[in-house]
């Protein structure tokens, strides 16, 4: 396949039309993987076929799961049960997907053979001490690079006893990868977390038909119940929907109708965020689609406002703080982005990328130790800009590109690939016409 490397976006003048975002990223992740653990056949629609996704789909293959391919966005899975996977012959590649890579690691410690997870050169550098902790306390022989800390890691899998997890962080891979891990194993396992993180796991998990509850600081798991494979139908994402919200927001005379979005509350801090801040953001035709709370959001440019971001809609907004940054820097006033430090540690540190990026097109932004500082109102020249490899910085920039003075030129964009195939694509077909 043909791959572009950079992408120049160009100012345009307004924004008009409807459309549908690809499926959650984090929700399709979980589907392949319930469905695969699950006994009998699932049939996912709606899925994000994304390189992330693709990865947590290939790693379940080389487990031995039939997997087919009906649509683009519709797979088949013959699920094998909690104790029917295969060990794998090969390394599994997760690619740069730390959802895989975390989950897959829980999943994994419990399972009775020998695997090794690896990622990319990205994913090589995130912690992940954080799963390896908990899962090493339940008993799990995990071993990893640089003293235990960071992929590849080798996982000699069985002999775990149930446990009782205080997470130090709000995160939901790492809550995921305690409780599939405790979904395998007699007895109850617990996980408490400080806010509570993305819920995905829990309701899909229910949905599948494990005994698990939710309650306020965490989720308990009782194990070896089998799951039952189901029919599940994936709902746009959030987190892709999020770069046209700013879009519609921050350029003029536009109005945007985003069908079948995800708005579960744990993922819907974007909202809140862009409401508070003036912007005009209405939620229509609210329905539920398996377990997941989902509506239609019409977008109407607005003139923002900064505001103060922290607390507990971190975690609820923690993908989106590179867009929430470019929304900030078109806004009037001062936004501060505090608790926030775990944006030093996804894709790339997103705290210096949009440092870096806005920066470069002359906006006002500070980067904070846990957070960022931008006074807004600037208007942003054009320039050119390293995405650093993230797909949301990436994609960020062109948004921001939308609205500045001249065009933004963004290296690197391949990465886009990896939760929204086809970005580029909708960009130009919203933009059409437009240019001004
Ligand atoms: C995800 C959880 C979040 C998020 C990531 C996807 C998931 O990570 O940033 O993009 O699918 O569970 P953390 O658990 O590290 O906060």
Redesign the pocket.
């Known amino acids: 396949m043909h791959k572009v490397e950079t992408r120049t976006v160009v100012p345009i003048k307004g924004l008009r039309g409807e459309f549908v975002v690809p499926g959650d990223?984090?929700i399709s992740?979980?589907a392949i993987m319930f469905a695969s653990l699950a006994e009998g056949k699932s049939r996912i629609h709606g899925l994000l076929r994304g390189e992330d996704c693709l990865s947590t789909l290939k790693a379940f293959q080389s487990l031995g799961v039939e997997i087919i391919e009906k649509a683009d966005d519709e797979l088949i899975i013959q699920g094998r049960g909690l104790a029917g996977l295969q060990e794998p012959s090969d390394v599994i590649d997760c690619g740069n997907s730390?959802?895989t890579m975390?989950?897959m690691s829980g999943i994994l410690a419990a399972q009775p053979f020998f695997s090794i997870l690896t990622g990319d050169q990205y994913l090589r550098k995130r912690p992940m001490g954080?799963v390896i902790n908990p899962l090493t306390a339940m008993g799990a022989k995990i071993l990893g690079r640089d003293g235990n800390s960071k992929a590849p890691l080798a996982i000699d899998g069985g002999g775990l006893t149930p446990a009782e997890y205080h997470s130090p962080?709000?995160?939901?891979?790492?809550?995921?990868a305690v409780l599939l891990a405790g979904m395998q194993i007699d007895g109850a396992t617990t996980v408490y977390e400080p806010h509570l993180?993305?819920d995905?796991?829990e309701r899909m998990l229910r949905f599948f038909g494990a005994d698990l509850e939710s309650f306020s600081g965490g989720a308990r798991v009782n194990g070896r119940v089998q799951l039952t494979g189901r029919e599940v139908e994936v709902p746009g994402d959030i987190?892709s929907a999020a770069f046209f919200l700013v879009a519609g927001l921050i350029v003029p005379n536009s109005e945007i109708l985003l069908k079948n979005v995800g708005i579960n509350p744990t993922r819907s801090g974007i909202i809140d965020i862009l409401q508070q801040m003036g912007g005009s953001i209405e939620l229509t035709n609210q329905r539920e689609l398996s377990g997941e709370p989902i509506a239609d959001l019409l977008v109407k440019s607005s003139q923002l406002h900064g505001i103060e971001i922290g607390g507990e809609l971190i975690?609820r907004a923690?993908?989106e703080f590179p867009v929430i940054s470019v929304a900030a820097a078109f806004a009037e006033g001062v936004t501060t982005i505090r608790d926030a430090k775990?944006l030093r540690?996804?894709e790339t540190d997103r705290i210096a990328a949009m440092c870096e990026c806005l920066g470069a097109l002359g906006a006002d932004i500070e980067p904070l130790e846990d957070g960022m500082r931008i006074v807004g109102g600037i208007r942003l020249s054009g320039g050119q800009v390293n995405s650093f490899g993230d797909h949301r910085i990436a994609m960020s920039m062109a948004i921001a590109g939308l609205g500045s003075a001249s065009e933004v030129e963004i290296l690197d964009v391949d990465c886009t690939e990896t939760?929204f195939p086809g970005f580029w694509e909708l960009l130009t077909q919203i933009s059409r016409g437009n240019t001004s």
């Open positions: 990223k984090s992740h979980r730390g959802t975390r989950l954080r962080i709000a995160s939901a891979q790492v809550k995921s993180s993305r995905h796991s987190s975690p923690i993908d775990e540690v996804k939760s």
